[in-house]
């Protein structure tokens, strides 16, 4: 902001988060980096640089600037994915044991599309159950023998396994909860739940590693068993590293071991921690260090991550017109009430037909922000001020009090023409 005249009340700060947070996630400096799905540069996420030369205390001060951020109740232009606020709240999240000959072995039997129906515990035995059933000749005992007995000890042992086993299902999930997953979590088998854990992070890379994620899903997919000569894999991850491919053994010897149908969901779990936690360790803990050096305590563990991540960058869906006028003041209007009331309706008519591009410039223009704050009738309140008689002069815009001021234009198509052009080329701040 130098050489520009400004008075802060809040619009200069918004802005200055802004500006920062584009410049520090711009991929020329190497910090972060994307994978476009599509094409559409707007819908990227960044992650973390596995190949980055900057220090740890350039991640320390990103780290802080994101708390700076959240503490002020500033809306960022953060394109960091989800994955980001799991391991900001628990460090541990993707630290899965890998255990190749169990339960990895029973989801390569299965796939991991099928369903997870095998979820009853019984305590002592461990004994698994299909989903809804019981077992045969509804003898169940936590010391895990079967009889024939009378019915009164039949029921007895029923009525006591039942008791035990929905202690055992409420320590389940509560445990899943404390977790941060879904307490049904808690009650999955051991295949089950390491088909929830490789669906959970496969949907997390896939927001900044698309086609990796699609990849490694068509690896478990596939039915053949011939998964060696038609996919042609070793047990490597790699990465582009300023335009050359560098690949790292994801277990020892690693280049030596084929991926086969009996060994594909190990090397995918041992693919996805890498890319989570191996890969960037090295930047994501000083930026961890830096968030909680602003926003350090108790009180970051009573958020989810995603209310976190909404908290930090807002929330990226298109907004309509109709919610933003529900909260809009209007100031300076009530001379001329037919025509006043006209112009009012040209503009929301206008907010409707453009663009969700034009859209977000619009609330970036008026706010300083360019999305919509998570509780948008309690953090944005929205005031469109007549400021006089129609001269030619373009919209002005008060981001520290979300204010607009439009003049008393003859016409919709003036209005929309000095609008859009307001919105889509201003830049900066101005005394009047």
Same mark, same amino acid.
């Given at each position: 902001?130098?050489?520009?005249?400004?008075?802060?009340?809040?619009?200069?700060?918004?802005?200055?988060?802004?500006?920062?947070?584009?410049?520090?996630?711009?991929?020329?400096?190497?910090?972060?980096?994307?994978e476009?799905?599509?094409?559409?540069?707007?819908?990227?996420?960044?992650?973390? #640089?596995?190949?980055?030369l900057?220090?740890?205390?350039? &991640?320390?001060l990103?780290?802080?600037?994101?708390?700076?951020?959240?503490? #002020?109740?500033?809306?960022?232009?953060?394109?960091?994915?989800?994955?980001?606020f /799991? /391991?900001l709240?628990?460090?541990?999240?993707?630290?899965?044991?890998i255990?190749?000959?169990?339960?990895?072995?029973?989801?390569?039997?299965?796939?991991?599309?099928?369903?997870?129906?095998?979820?009853?515990?019984?305590?002592?035995?461990?004994?698994?159950?299909?989903?809804?059933?019981?077992?045969?000749?509804?003898?169940?005992n936590? +010391?895990?023998?079967?009889?024939?007995?009378?019915?009164?000890?039949?029921?007895?042992?029923?009525? %006591? %396994?039942?008791?035990?086993?929905?202690?055992?299902?409420?320590?389940?999930?509560?445990?899943?909860?404390?977790?941060?997953?879904?307490?049904?979590?808690?009650?999955?088998?051991?295949?089950?739940?390491?088909?929830?854990?490789?669906?959970?992070?496969?949907?997390?890379?896939s927001?900044?590693?698309?086609?990796?994620? *699609?990849?490694?899903?068509q690896?478990?997919?596939? *039915?053949?068993?011939?998964?060696?000569?038609?996919?042609?894999?070793?047990?490597?991850?790699?990465?582009? +590293? &300023?335009g050359?491919?560098?690949?790292?053994?994801?277990?020892?010897?690693?280049?030596?071991?084929?991926?086969?149908?009996?060994?594909r969901?190990?090397?995918?779990?041992?693919?996805?921690?890498?890319?989570? #936690?191996?890969?960037?360790?090295?930047?994501?803990?000083?930026?961890?260090?830096?968030?909680?050096?602003?926003?350090?305590?108790?009180?970051?563990? $009573?958020?989810?991550?995603?209310e976190?991540?909404?908290?930090?960058?807002?929330s990226?869906?298109?907004?309509?017109?109709?919610?933003?006028?529900?909260?809009?003041?209007?100031?300076? !209007?009530?001379?001329?009430?037919?025509?006043?009331?006209?112009?009012?309706?040209w503009?929301?008519?206008?907010?409707?037909?453009i663009?969700?591009v034009?859209?977000?410039? !619009?609330?970036?223009?008026?706010?300083g922000?360019?999305?919509?704050?998570?509780a948008?009738?309690?953090?944005?309140?929205?005031?469109?001020?007549?400021l006089?008689?129609?001269?030619?002069?373009?919209?002005?815009?008060?981001?520290?009090?979300?204010?607009?001021?439009?003049?008393?234009? /003859?016409? /919709? =198509?003036?209005?929309?023409?000095?609008?859009?052009?307001?919105?889509?080329?201003? =830049?900066?701040?101005? $005394?009047?």
């Open positions: 902001f130098v050489g520009e005249e400004g008075i802060d009340a809040g619009g200069l700060t918004k802005e200055w988060f802004m500006l920062l947070i584009r410049e520090l996630m711009n991929p020329l400096y190497g910090m972060f980096v994307s476009s799905d599509d094409g559409d540069v707007g819908g990227l996420s960044f992650w973390f #640089n596995p190949a980055s900057e220090t740890g205390n350039q &991640y320390f990103v780290g802080v600037v994101v708390g700076l951020a959240l503490y #002020n109740s500033t809306i960022l232009d953060l394109h960091l994915p989800l994955a980001v /799991k /391991k709240l628990r460090t541990s999240f993707y630290q899965y044991p255990n190749a000959t169990s339960a990895a072995a029973s989801v390569s039997a299965c796939g991991i599309g099928n369903a997870m129906n095998s979820v009853s515990l019984v305590a002592g035995t461990q004994t698994r159950y299909p989903l809804g059933g019981s077992a045969a000749n509804g003898s169940i936590t +010391a895990g023998s079967t009889s024939g007995g009378s019915n009164d000890a039949a029921s007895a042992s029923v009525g %006591s %396994s039942t008791t035990t086993r929905l202690g055992m299902t409420r320590v389940a999930a509560a445990a899943a909860a404390a977790e941060g997953r879904s307490p049904i979590y808690g009650l999955l088998s051991a295949s089950a739940q390491l088909r929830y854990q490789i669906n959970e992070m496969l949907s997390d890379v927001q900044f590693r698309p086609h990796l994620a *699609r990849g490694l899903r690896l478990l997919q596939y *039915r053949e068993n011939d998964v060696e000569d038609i996919f042609c894999l070793s047990f490597e991850a790699s990465y582009s +590293a &300023y050359e491919i560098v690949t790292v053994p994801l277990i020892p010897n690693g280049s030596q071991i084929p991926v086969t149908s009996q060994n969901v190990e090397y995918v779990m041992r693919y996805l921690q890498w890319i989570l #936690n191996d890969s960037v360790a090295r930047q994501f803990e000083p930026f961890r260090r830096g968030f909680y050096y602003v926003c350090g305590g108790n009180a970051l563990s $009573l958020f989810k991550p995603e976190i991540e909404l908290m930090v960058h807002g990226g869906e298109d907004w309509k017109p109709e919610d933003l006028r529900a909260i809009t003041e209007y100031v300076g !209007f009530g001379r001329h009430q037919r025509e006043e009331k006209q112009l009012v309706d503009f929301w008519e206008i907010l409707q037909e663009s969700e034009d859209r977000k410039l !619009f609330l970036a223009f008026v706010t922000a360019d999305r919509m704050p998570l948008l009738g309690c953090r944005l309140k929205m005031k469109l001020a007549l006089g008689d129609d001269c030619g002069r373009l919209p002005v815009a008060h981001t520290c009090f979300n204010q607009l001021g439009i003049w008393m234009y /003859k016409s /919709k =198509e003036e209005l929309k023409e000095k609008l859009v052009l307001a919105i889509r080329e201003s =830049e900066g701040f101005g $005394l009047k």
